[in-house]
Nanobody, 124 residues
């Protein structure tokens, strides 16, 4: 199993930026990703990345604004969020899988470990 600890959430003005971090412990992992859930809405896939970083996937609404990356030496996954919009407001969850099966890894079932979530609030 993989334990995930998130940080970097907070309050930001529309157009601003935040960088989320997700540090893993307990074991190595392959696929990593981010999901988000706004109040009263279902969980939504945001981004995913392969172990090597060579393959990434994004939901259409964040393409060109968000970037997922990882530093395997630090066992950490990042989500850089630029040009934030009020509709990006949600609790963001990082997720990891022990292996890297064929992608695109956009479903919760593609991941076996989850972080506790970090709140991102974008004011207008």
């Amino acid at each position: 199993q993989v334990q995930l600890v998130e940080s970097g959430g907070g309050l930001v003005q529309a157009g601003g930026s935040l960088r989320l971090s997700c540090a893993a412990s307990g074991r190595t992992f392959g696929t990593a990703g981010w999901f988000r859930q706004a109040p009263g809405k279902e969980s939504e896939f945001v981004a995913a990345i392969s172990w090597s970083g060579g393959s990434t996937y994004y939901v259409d609404s964040v393409k060109g604004r968000f970037t997922i990356s990882r530093d395997n030496a630090k066992n950490t996954v990042y989500l850089q969020m630029n040009s934030l919009k009020p509709e990006d407001t949600a609790v963001y969850y990082c997720a990891a899988q022990g292996t890297t099966p064929p992608g695109p890894w956009t479903r919760p079932a593609d991941f076996g470990s989850w972080g506790q979530g970090t709140q991102v609030t974008v004011s207008s």
